[in-house]
């Protein structure tokens, strides 16, 4: 199972078969307070402590004697925090003239972050974080040269992040 460094508080439920009123789930072999819902059911709560950081927990469940026993272990892995997906509201300016010099494009949006990048026409550009909902690029005199109509994504990796919508700039004849 995976959850979310960060995550707020959440109950987490373990399916299995075999569990009893005094079944104890360990977390990295310490004993929680458990609840039992049905012998192939039990919960435990976490608190936003157990999911502060990235990492790997083992849980197992433990029957009284006589009989019982220690359950194979499950892994719960604590993994970072998604990127968020870019949208592009608008770009400022969204045009300019054929040759020219460099221009600064503002792009206004969302879920900008630090390693959020902008691509001009499918090629990565040097990109300048101002905030979560604002990039700046320049556009270089190369980039403006021919006239046409030039996609603007922002590309932000893994985990999570993924690409924006397109926003169109024009490059008009001189």
């Keep these: 199972s995976l ?3 960060g995550s707020a508080a959440t109950r987490l439920t373990l399916n299995g078969q ?3 009123p005094d079944s104890v789930v360990r977390w990295n072999g310490a004993p929680r307070s458990t609840i039992f819902v049905t012998d192939k059911l039990l919960a435990i709560d976490l608190l936003p402590s157990d999911l502060a950081t990235v990492s790997t ?3 197992t469940v433990t029957n009284p004697a ?3 026993g220690v359950s194979t272990p499950a892994i719960l892995s604590i993994i ?3 990127n ?3 949208v592009i509201d608008r770009i400022t300016p969204a045009s300019a003239v054929a040759g020219s010099a460099e221009t ?3 792009i206004n949006g969302s879920g900008f972050i630090s390693g959020s990048t902008v691509h001009w026409a499918g090629s990565p550009r040097i990109t300048t974080l101002i905030g979560p909902t604002q990039l700046t690029v320049r556009l270089s005199s190369a980039d403006l040269m021919l006239p046409g109509g030039f996609n603007i994504v922002v590309v932000t990796g893994a985990p999570g992040g993924g690409t924006s ?3 169109l700039f024009q490059v008009t004849p001189a």
């Design 84 to 86: 968020p997906v870019p």
């Design 165 to 167: 919508n397109q926003q």
């Design 80 to 82: 970072p925090q998604l």
């Design 3 to 5: 959850v979310v460094a």
């Design 104 to 106: 600064l494009v503002t």
């Design 57 to 59: 927990v083992t849980l």
């Design 66 to 68: 006589p009989g019982g």
């Design 18 to 20: 075999g569990f009893v």
